[in-house]
């Protein structure tokens, strides 16, 4: 049998493999991990044979359904009677745009088929806890197989020890590292089969929030008005799939013509939100840079107004649902809302996002728009140039420039930075190429991100796609793959009985975040030289050019490091510095 251990990061793909591959994945036997407290660690556990076999993370019985099979369980000790206690899941493979099929999603089910040749990677982690005790444990990764009702016998065994530092990192929810992963309500309710805003959707959303909050999200996100993204412009696939997102706000209009709005499940996501630790922001879209194709399919229902904002009511008089055509209807809805989340006490938080808006005058003129009816709402906008940033609209609060761009623009944003009224964060999507967090991407660079945040002096990252899913995402997540590779429009998968299977892009964002929280402990402790070190060393910038010269398009090696060895010396940075005490 094939039995060795892997990195965290290790992404077996299954296509054209060659005859010593097995002999070579699985050919380490001991592994060294290292973890701060209110933290984690993993590695991998990889199993194969040269037949099949059924491999169970259990010790719950099992048959094979069709009949006599080799039975492989795995079952991780801990040699200390209070060490950290392990989980381990068994890793999915999802097919790539290449064809080959990558190991992301990490399964709640017990057991799996394994093919013949065909290795299976499991992924084994341990929450270390605020009072764990410092020091090193060790243990081992047992295998035992059988047959039928044969007994068990040990077929392999393999060692590993996890070094727990005293240092100790905040909650989730207290983390300055600013991610912000959009969220897709309507989508969500879709993969369940659930009405939109009931109580069982809510009821799902709540486990979305949660699994959004450990990663340190900051962001509630909240749709205003109907289809802002126009689908994604679906209509043009040859296999469209359903990417709608509707409004939170419900309204009507009586028999006297007077429009009446129901927050109800507006306030209730956010206060869901605001439960889960996702406090910072309330996110709103729907009000600004409305998507429009160019072949007009997606257009606007309003009249004399620069926006195609699409406010969907309920009309009593003639009984029937119609949008809002007149700039003064759309102006009192969009005056009202402002109205009751400055009533709410929240309207310090809310910010107006717009998504890649191209035209800065057409723009400019929607923000008027919008703050001659709502003066107090602050504006959120992605860009792919520093020309908004240098126009200087009011009412503009976050800028979120492009990787590419943040890049390419550096010395001009960091010049620009100091009159941004508040926070400037990064974004990838499609592309840039790479650094990224496709399927098809290193699994290094998805922990890379928040380094690249910190690097730039760039307070955080966002990104478009925590459950933008395609149609049937555990089949297929590949869509429109000429534009979005697989991987760019999930970070989880709609698991079974309402709950996200996460993915190993989600397990290595959330690694690179809490590294970026570690980062900002360090310089807190004098260490700002120290970190810096580190970060001009993953980096590969061409001298006394810096960020500027780091050209996406330049092979993955050439732009940073690809060994975790290399990120994980920030422990070894934390392990000397002098030890704070535990919050």
């Known amino acids: 049998m094939y039995f060795g251990l892997q990195s965290m990061y290790y992404k077996y793909a299954w296509g054209v493999n060659y005859w010593d591959q097995n002999d070579k994945d699985t050919s380490v036997k001991h592994m060294n991990m290292v973890s701060c407290r209110n933290d984690s660690a993993a590695m991998q556990v990889v199993v194969g044979a040269d037949h099949d076999l059924l491999l169970t993370v259990s010790e719950e019985p099992l048959f094979w359904k069709g009949g006599p099979m ?63 005790r410092p020091g090193i444990y060790t243990g081992t990764v047992m295998l035992y197989t059988h047959t039928m009702f044969d007994d068990e016998l040990p077929a392999g065994e393999l060692s590993f020890t996890l070094k727990v530092l005293e240092h100790t990192l905040p909650d989730a929810q207290d983390y300055r590292f600013y991610l912000d992963l959009w969220q897709h309500n309507a989508n969500i309710a879709r993969k369940y089969d659930v009405p939109l805003w009931s109580e069982a959707h809510f009821s799902v959303m709540k486990v979305y929030l949660e699994s959004l909050a450990r990663l340190g999200q900051k962001a509630a996100s909240a749709v205003v ?23 939170m706000i419900q309204v009507t209009r009586d028999a006297n013509g007077v429009f009446r709005y129901n927050y109800a499940a507006l306030d209730r996501y956010i206060e869901l939100a605001a439960a889960c630790g996702i406090t910072e922001e309330i996110e709103l879209f729907g009000l600004l840079s409305i998507w429009q194709p160019k072949d007009g399919v997606y257009g606007s229902p309003l009249q004399d107004y620069p926006d195609a904002i699409r406010v969907r009511y309920y ?8 949008f809002i055509r007149q700039a003064t209807d759309i102006e009192q809805y969009i005056g009202s809302l402002h109205n009751h989340l400055t009533a709410k006490g929240w309207i310090h938080k809310v910010r107006i996002m717009a998504d890649e808006p191209d035209n800065v005058e057409l723009f400019q003129e929607r923000v008027r728009a919008l703050r001659r009816v709502a003066p107090s709402f602050k504006f959120k906008v992605a860009i792919d140039s520093a020309d908004l940033i240098e126009a200087k609209l009011e009412g503009i609060h976050d800028y979120v420039p492009k990787l590419d761009c943040a890049m390419r623009q550096f010395a001009r944003i960091r ?7 508040g926070r400037m964060l990064f974004y990838v999507c499609g592309s840039p190429k790479r650094p990224n967090t496709f399927i098809g991407s290193p699994g290094i660079e998805a922990r890379i991100i928040p380094w690249l945040a910190e690097w730039l002096g760039l307070d955080g990252f966002l990104r478009w796609n925590y459950t933008a899913w395609p ?3 555990l089949e297929r997540i590949g869509y429109r793959p000429t534009n ?3 991987g760019d429009m999930n970070f989880v998968y709609p698991g079974p ?23 900002r402990q360090l310089r807190e402790a004098g260490l700002s030289g120290q970190v810096d070190e580190l970060l001009d060393g993953v980096f590969r910038a061409d001298a006394g050019r810096g960020p500027e ?30 030890e704070p005490e535990a919050p």
């Open 484 to 486: 979005w590779p697989a």
């Open 70 to 132: 080799q039975i492989a369980r795995i079952k991780v000790r801990m040699n200390e009677a209070d060490a950290p206690e392990a989980s381990a899941q068994w890793i999915g493979l999802m097919k790539d745009d290449d064809g080959a099929e990558k190991a992301d999603v990490l399964q709640d089910s017990h057991h799996v088929f394994v093919p013949r040749r065909k290795l299976q990677p499991v992924w084994v982690e341990w929450s270390i806890g605020k009072r764990a």
């Open 471 to 473: 149609d049937r995402p």
């Open 497 to 519: 009985a309402g709950k996200p299977l996460l993915s190993l892009r989600y397990k290595w964002l959330q690694r690179g975040v809490r590294d970026a929280e570690l980062m």
């Open 225 to 247: 008005s109907e289809i802002p993204w126009s689908g994604q412009k679906s209509h043009i696939d040859a296999e469209p799939s359903d990417l709608f997102e509707y409004s």
């Open 549 to 578: 010269s780091f050209n996406p398009e330049r092979p993955a090696h050439e732009l940073y490091s690809l060994e975790p060895a290399d990120y994980d010396r920030l422990f070894l940075l934390a392990q000397s510095m002098g």
């Open 315 to 322: 009309d009593e008089a003639t009984a029937n649902y119609k």
């Open 415 to 421: 010049e620009l930075a100091p009159e941004v009224p």
